[in-house]
Each structure stands twice: as structure tokens, then as C-alpha cells.
DNA sequence: AAATAAAGCGGAAACGTTTGCGGTCTCCAG
DNA sequence: CTGGAGACCGCAAACGTTTCCGCTTTATTT
């Protein structure tokens, strides 16, 4: 177990281990001659460099956490694999946290995180509160968000305009001959604020009156949106499309359409938010607004790494456009159903 | 950005930096009133352990380091996310990589993460070639394989029993009354190879002749699933069950029927392996064989532990039992249809 | 040919912690 | 009153690097 040390590939060399170090680190304060042997004997005798002892002279570990309410959640893991991709590739590692349940637990996280000497923090919020929770920590080491923040709240994030992307929706629903769109989930938190607010300025732009379906859950869920559409449907159906805040709430309408026996997208049109990989599988085929999880990702370890290795300050916020992903459950007015 | 150390809160109430140490570890080595009063400060001063350092002296990082080929899997996701509560349930962190898409990039960041000083590996082999590729660091770092494994590998493994998992399903598909199921799917593998014999044994144990339907993707996913049905359902169907060696692979199917307008489960029944989330969703309804993915994780954690925490040598194989998922995608044919 | 510069390398400190060893002090028993 | 046993705490080494400083050697310039 015991491994192999600088101070034992410099003893067989015959060098000095501040020799070997330099060899290794492409410093040019050495000869070329008694480089390509170093490192050739490093080779032999399986050298890796100790990244502990390196941190704690560096003061840099070279590691990045990054805490997601739970990874087993689609959005999150593929967030987490870009990021992981995008961070190695730049020579840093991910350590992992699910902040999960409750808020309690991502203050201990982050702090853990900060224990461990991380470079740097990349954090998918749990909920709004997540900026007052952990405010004490984040002016101790750099941090950036991946979601939407208050506006005016002084960290940096990157995020999706989800504003822009109800309105993109609701327009596209329009465009299609519906007149009667009904949105349908949380309103209360921050990224359900903005997509609330796009939905109802398309409406006013385009003449429609806005109408809602909300719901009080902290989370939305397909077994959330399953039971809200079962209420939802108890009641005459007096609109022709539904706008569901998130891809989760839409494939639980989804499910209580099909207990209802309301044929989408021949009686009801429905649009969901996020794309998340599930909206694509056969029989789905979600109509809904994509953010781009592969741009967000990279976008903030690139942030993150600005803040990191330059020092740079300030706030920024980084605001990506959705795209809308046309699939099978939006129908189209004009053509004969 | 300069945080507090041993030094600082030793000088600030006046004792050794070895008695602060003491104060926090829980060392008896120390009067009861000076370590309350040192605890006080440290938390007034907001000091935080360095975890580096420490590691420094211990040998020991508390981190585990989980190589995956990719994390935006819903498997892999699901197992992450058991893991890593579990590791941080016992004082451990979690270090992420993507091993995918190659064998080299596997190697890579074994090597990474044993440059990283992590205590162990969690790992689920990218493919059975894993076992050889990565041989020269596993008896460097305890390491416990999430998969079943060749048999009589030299390696700890936790993983579900495969054969026993299609054993049960061909025999459920019986008593509903099928006695001509097809096997879909890859046969190449370790996993596969289990799984194709579990499904032969029963066969022969029922009398049924066993028939495949072979693929040669090296990866199975919903797409290879579809463009591989597509291939079948151009043939007559004379079967009354599939039995698809993935859920993956069984969506794929599911996908292809629809296509050729094949009414699952009426005219053909289906059941997978796994039990992804996505099989659960509305308008799939997947029944299919169960992978404990939340015990898998916490007996592979807890196994790892006693490698790292007790030293201990020998291989042990976990095995543990598939169980079945009933949903909708298979039909009783003692029922009327 | 002498002076200066530059290149190549070694010595040693430093990073923040844990822990074995030894020292001092208190307290009680003889 | 003295001896010894604990209890409590300080000293210092050690973990494996990186890097600053300075020394020697070689090359370059005048």
C-alpha cells in the first residue's frame, strides 16, 4: 500500500526532490537531459504525484463541489455529467452532495464542502431560501448557481430565461389556433414566478386571458401533478391547451388525461418545461420547452473557473434561451382533427 | 479568504495547538473545562478543520471515489445517489467521475482518483474488459465492483443475480399462460450471459424452446432497442412474449410495436429488465425485473467501508435477489383478451 | 581574459494537522 | 510529609509537496 514518493524517485536518481518536482511540473528551470530521465524513472517506478500534500502547499485542491437536491433526478444528473466532463477536462474533480430534503442538510454540505477545501462551489438551489441558508459561506469561496435567482441577489448564476420560454410556448400553442390555455402548477418560487409572468405577458400581448391552476406542493412530481390534474379534471374541461410548469407536472397531467379518458392531444393540448430525457420516450413524445443542460453546465464551470483562477469579483449572471421541442402532444387547430 | 487554523484559536485561548486538536477529536487527553472552552471559541471564530491537512497526517481522505460511465443514467443516477448518502452517513465524501466513453478514459480516471488519495473505489464497469483494464490499480485501493462479475474474478462485487432475475420472469410469462416468449437483446456480456442462461434454464425446466433474438450493440439503449425491433417485427410475429434483456431495450420495443401497430400487451406481451424510473411513467407501465438499486448501493458502500476501515483482504460476492414488477405490458391469457 | 549573465540544481521552509513522548501538577494514600 | 500515580497539556516530528533563495557551473560579451 505503501506508495512510491518524490523523495524516493529523487533518491534514484540522484537528485535533489525539488529536481524532480520541477521535472514534472514543466518548469523550464531545469535541463531537458535531466528532465527525460525523471520522468522516465518516475514511469518505472509508477510515481503518481500526492494531490494532498500538493494542496496544502498550493492552497488549491483542485476540486469543485457540486451540490444538487438529489442526483437521481434526471435534470440534475445530466447537469451533473456535463459539468463533471467540462471540470476534468480543465483538470478538476466533482466531489458530490445531495443537499436533500430539507434545508438543514444543504448548510451542512456546503460546509462539509468548505472542510474540504474546495475550490469552488456549483450549486443547483433547493428552494429560494437556499441564498439566505448558505449566504454565510458563499463570500468564502467562490460560488455559482445554476438557476434562476432573485433578482438582485448578489451571486452569479446561470440559468435558462424561463420567462422567455412560457412566452415562446404560449405562442406557439396560439399560433396553433388555441385560444383558451390554461397554466398549470406552482407559481410561488422563484423560476415558477418567471415562467408564470412570460405566460401571462404572451396573453396580454396576444389578447388571451390568462387562467391558472395552481398548486401549493414544494416540489413538483408526477404523482404531484397527477393528483392537482385529478382535481383538475373533476371539473368541465373549458380550455383547449394547458401549459404545464414543469415536464414532471405534465406527464402527471398526462396520466390523469388518460384516466379521464381525455384524448391528448386530440381533445387537450399540453406542453411541459425542461425536456428532461423522459418527454422523449415512445408513447410521451412531450411537447416542451428544453433547457439547454449541456450549455448551462459548462457555461458555469467556465464561470466557476474565472472566478477561481483569476480572482474575478463581481456578480454575473448568465442567461441562456430555451428552445421549443415540437413532439406529439400539441395540436394543430387549423388542420381537420 | 484566509481561514482559521489550529494556530490561530491555540494562541487566541492561550494553549498548545496539540490541545485545540485534542479538544475537537474527542481525545480524553484533555480537562472537560478547557475543552468546552475551546469548543466555544472555535465555534465563535469560526473555525473549520482543514480537511487536507489532516489528511496529510492521517493517510486517510475519507473520500470514495465513484467511477460510473455515465452519470445521466437513470441506473447509475439512482445508485449514485444511494451511495453517496450512505458514504456521507459515515463520514465520507463522494468523488464522481464519467468513466465513459472508452476504456482508456476509465483508466484514466481510476489513475486520477488514485492520485487523489481516495480511500476506495466504487466502480460499475463500463464493460467486462473493465475488470483487466483497470487490474494494476485495484489492489492499490480496496475496490468493490457494482456488477456481477466473471466468475471467479479476483474482485469484491455487489450486483443482482441475473439468471435468477429472467428465471422468474420466463416463469411468470408461463404462468400467464405464454409458451412461445422471445429473448431481445445482447448476450455478449457478463451481465447478459447471466441473464440469456437464467431465461434458457427456465425454458428448459418448462418445456418451452428457447429462442433469441440477438443484437451486437455494445451498448443498449432505447435507440439500438427500436432499430433492432424494427428488424424483428419486419418477420412474422409468431410469438406471444418478449422477454428484453434491458428496459432499455424493451422501450425500444415498446417504440417498434407501436410502429408496426402491435398492440401491447394484447397481441404481444413484453417485460423487461432493470426497472428504471421511466418504466413507471404513464403510458409505459413496463413490467419488469427489479434491480435493488438502493441495497446494491448501501451493501457496497458498507462493503468498501470494511475494506478501508478493517482492512479486510479476501473477495466477497454480494448476490442479491431480482424481484418482479407487475405493471401493464403483460397479458393473462387464461383472461379473455 | 575578465566580467557578467544565465541556466541548472540543492537546501530548506512552509502548508495545517495529528500524535507519541515526556513533563508538570494535583491529589491521595501510606 | 513524602512518594507515586494519574490527569492534563506542551513539544516537536511527520505527512509529501512546491517554491524561494542562493550557489555553482557554463556560456556570452566586451
Redesign the interface.
Known amino acids: 500500500?505503501k506508495?512510491v514518493t518524490l523523495k524516493d524517485v529523487a533518491k534514484a536518481a540522484g537528485v535533489s526532490y525539488a529536481t524532480v518536482s520541477r521535472a514534472l511540473s514543466g518548469s523550464h528551470q531545469i535541463g531537458s537531459d535531466t528532465r527525460e530521465r525523471i520522468i522516465k524513472l518516475c514511469d518505472e517506478m509508477g510515481y503518481?504525484?500526492?494531490?494532498?500534500?500538493r494542496?496544502?502547499v498550493t492552497k488549491r485542491?483542485g476540486l469543485i463541489g457540486?451540490v444538487v437536491p438529489?442526483?437521481?433526478?434526471?435534470f440534475?444528473?445530466?447537469i451533473?455529467?456535463y459539468a463533471?466532463?467540462s471540470a476534468?477536462g480543465h483538470g478538476y474533480?466533482?466531489?458530490?452532495?445531495?443537499s436533500g430534503p430539507d434545508l438543514k442538510q444543504e448548510k451542512t454540505?456546503v460546509?462539509?464542502l468548505?472542510?474540504?477545501?474546495v475550490d469552488g462551489i456549483l450549486i443547483v438551489p433547493q428552494s429560494p431560501k437556499t441564498y439566505e441558508n448558505i449566504r454565510a459561506y458563499t463570500d468564502?469561496v467562490p460560488t455559482v448557481f445554476l438557476s434562476e435567482n432573485l433578482r438582485d441577489q448578489p451571486q452569479s448564476y446561470v440559468a435558462v430565461d424561463n420567462s422567455r420560454g412560457t412566452y415562446i410556448g404560449t405562442k406557439y400553442l396560439y399560433d396553433l389556433g388555441h385560444r383558451d390555455i390554461l397554466y398549470f402548477g406552482r407559481r410561488h418560487t422563484t423560476t415558477h414566478q418567471f415562467r408564470a409572468e412570460g405566460y401571462i405577458r404572451a396573453c396580454q400581448e396576444l389578447g388571451l386571458t390568462p387562467r391558472f391552476f395552481n398548486s401549493e406542493f414544494t416540489r413538483s412530481s408526477?404523482n404531484n401533478g397527477?393528483q392537482l390534474a385529478k382535481e383538475l379534471f373533476a371539473k368541465p374541461v373549458d380550455y383547449s391547451a394547458i401549459f404545464a410548469s414543469t415536464d414532471s407536472n405534465a406527464?402527471g397531467v398526462?396520466?390523469a388525461a388518460?384516466d379521464a379518458h381525455i384524448n391528448i392531444p386530440g381533445q387537450l393540448s399540453l406542453i411541459g418545461f425542461d425536456n428532461i430525457?423522459?418527454t422523449a420516450?415512445?408513447?410521451?413524445e412531450l411537447t416542451t420547452m428544453e433547457q439547454p443542460k449541456r450549455d448551462m453546465a459548462v457555461q458555469a464551470v467556465d464561470m466557476l473557473r474565472d472566478k477561481i483562477e483569476n480572482g474575478t469579483q463581481g456578480y454575473v449572471h448568465q442567461i441562456l434561451m430555451p428552445t421549443l421541442i415540437k413532439r406529439s402532444t400539441c395540436r394543430d387547430l387549423h388542420e381537420p382533427g
Chains 1, 2 share one sequence.
Open positions: 500500500m506508495s503518481t504525484t500526492n494531490y494532498v500534500a494542496s496544502m485542491t457540486l438529489s442526483i437521481d433526478n434526471q440534475m444528473s445530466e451533473a455529467y463533471e466532463m476534468r474533480n466533482i466531489m458530490l452532495c445531495n454540505v460546509k462539509l468548505l472542510s474540504r477545501q468564502q408526477i397527477y406527464l398526462l396520466k388518460d430525457s423522459s420516450l415512445p408513447r410521451i
